[in-house]
């Protein structure tokens, strides 16, 4: 147990296994890149490093594709 008050609400924020933890990763770092790169697909797949049906299929596992982009 924390004796912080901070760390314990932070933990209690975090993905309790790998999978969940793995999936906020990857939406952390989706979301954005497809804002940084204007919902531009392909600069957005070149940057993560994935292949475009990678990126389609996680955008729409993480439900980004009704995103708005500022």
């Known amino acids: ?4 008050h901070g760390e314990t609400r932070a933990a209690q924020k975090k993905p309790h ?13 989706i979301m954005p890149a497809l804002k940084r790169y ?3 697909i392909k600069s957005t797949y070149e940057a993560l490093g994935i292949s ?7 955008i729409q ?10």
């Open 52 to 58: 475009r049906k990678k990126l389609y299929d996680k």
């Open 17 to 29: 296994d790998l999978a969940s933890a793995v999936s906020a990763y990857e939406r952390d770092l």
């Open 1 to 4: 147990m924390a004796t912080d």
């Open 38 to 40: 204007g919902g531009k």
């Open 61 to 70: 596992k993480y439900g980004l594709d009704g995103m708005e982009i500022d």
